[in-house]
Nanobody, 125 residues
Framework: QVQLRESGGGLVQAGDSLRLSCEASGGTFSRGTLGWFRQAPGKEREFVSGLNWLAGTKYSDLVKGRFTISRDNAKNTVYLQMNSLKPEDTAVYYC???????????????????WGQGTQVTVSS
């Protein structure tokens, strides 16, 4: 029913930029939260960034100042602009969403109801 479709991943060199896109279909998330998690091999899944209509944006300290999240409510689409990429940013990036009213952008994976299949981002040194 609800699908999240990521795109924009790829192989880049350190210092380069990428923009990830996530289009949600089958539902609307204007009152909910859209965001991104990532998971590198052998590491735990970690929160990257999220955007909530009421709370605004939230970033992991690991990406703050380098990544920017934005959304197009009319398209149910969220973007992640990634600048100054580092090798440690290499991971599978997952688009996430929930449709509940919330005053905060949660960093807990269990609070997100919908997940995309992930898109690979590889940053070479």
């Amino acid at each position: 029913q609800v699908q999240l479709r990521e795109s924009g991943g790829g192989l880049v060199q350190a210092g380069d930029s990428l923009r990830l896109s996530c289009e949600a279909s089958g539902g609307t998330f204007s009152r909910g939260t859209l965001g991104w998690f990532r998971q590198a091999p052998g590491k735990e899944r970690e929160f990257v960034s999220g955007l909530n209509w009421l709370a605004g944006t939230k970033y992991s300290d690991l990406v703050k100042g380098r990544f920017t999240i934005s959304r197009d409510n009319a398209k149910n689409t969220v973007y992640l602009q990634m600048n100054s990429l580092k090798p440690e940013d290499t991971a599978v990036y997952y688009c996430v969403a929930h449709s509940r009213y919330s005053r905060v952008v949660t960093t807990s994976p269990s609070q997100y109801d919908y997940w995309g299949q992930g898109t690979q981002v590889t940053v070479s040194s």
